[in-house]
T-cell receptor, first 112, second 114 residues
């Protein structure tokens, strides 16, 4: 049973427009959420996180929104750049040293 | 600079052979993790450790083992390699005791089992 779901395997966006990547989770005990970015032949790199006490966290062009009632989070990238083309993984955990649970990833292609 | 390294970066082996993948981190993190990445499955947890002498099974631990004899290293051993274990393997580490911690990943090892 998948606890973290990224239902869109891929997404294409024009350069300069907004990219919205979505993630749903089923475990109501999750209280910490992260997004990782992965380029080919490299390890995933941390992008942004959000605690369940917040509903929004912003870092430059990247904003993560959390809707706890819907068990849904999204990553917004504005404006999108060709260098943002990568696979994005959503991950979640509950406090107390439990391992992260990852979604299957969404491949973002930003077209110039 | 502190970092996490994996070796080898690429490995070809034959079915039935024992293979060990190395992971070394210099952040002095207590927590270390091994994942495999496969098309259509994302990142799946194999084994993890919360400190020296501590090991735990993850979602896909069958056929794999780990040992933690010091803080810096968590080697992953495939006891008898199978073609189903052809994958890209990532090691990660994080601090402990914070509850909400970020994992930092190594560059990966691409393993091909023939």
């Amino acid at each position: 049973d998948q606890q973290v779901k990224q239902n869109s395997p891929s997404l294409s966006v024009q350069e300069g427009r907004i990219s919205i990547l979505n993630c749903d989770y089923t475990n109501s005990m999750f209280d910490y959420f992260l997004w990782y970015k992965k380029y080919p032949a490299e390890g995933p790199t941390f992008l942004i996180s959000i605690s369940s006490i917040k509903d929004k966290n912003e870092d430059g062009r990247f904003t993560v929104f959390l809707n706890k009632s819907a068990k849904h989070l999204s990553l917004h990238i504005v404006p999108s750049q060709p260098g943002d083309s990568a696979v994005y993984f959503c991950a979640a955990s509950n406090s107390g040293n439990t391992p992260l649970v990852f979604g299957k990833g969404t491949r973002l292609s930003v077209i110039a | 600079d502190a970092e996490i390294t994996q070796s080898p970066r690429h490995k070809i082996t034959e079915t039935g052979r024992q293979v060990t993948l190395a992971c070394h981190q210099t952040w002095n993190h207590n927590n270390m993790f091994w994942y495999r990445q496969d098309l259509g499955h994302g990142l799946r947890l194999i084994h993890y450790s919360y400190g020296v002498q501590d090991t735990n099974k993850g979602e896909v631990s069958d056929g794999y083992s780990v040992s933690r004899s010091n803080t810096e290293d968590l080697p992953l051993t495939l006891e008898s390699a199978a073609s189903s274990q052809t994958s890209v393997y990532f090691c990660a580490s994080s601090e402990s005791g914070m509850g909400q911690e970020t994992q930092y990943f190594g560059p990966g090892t691409r393993l091909l089992v023939l």
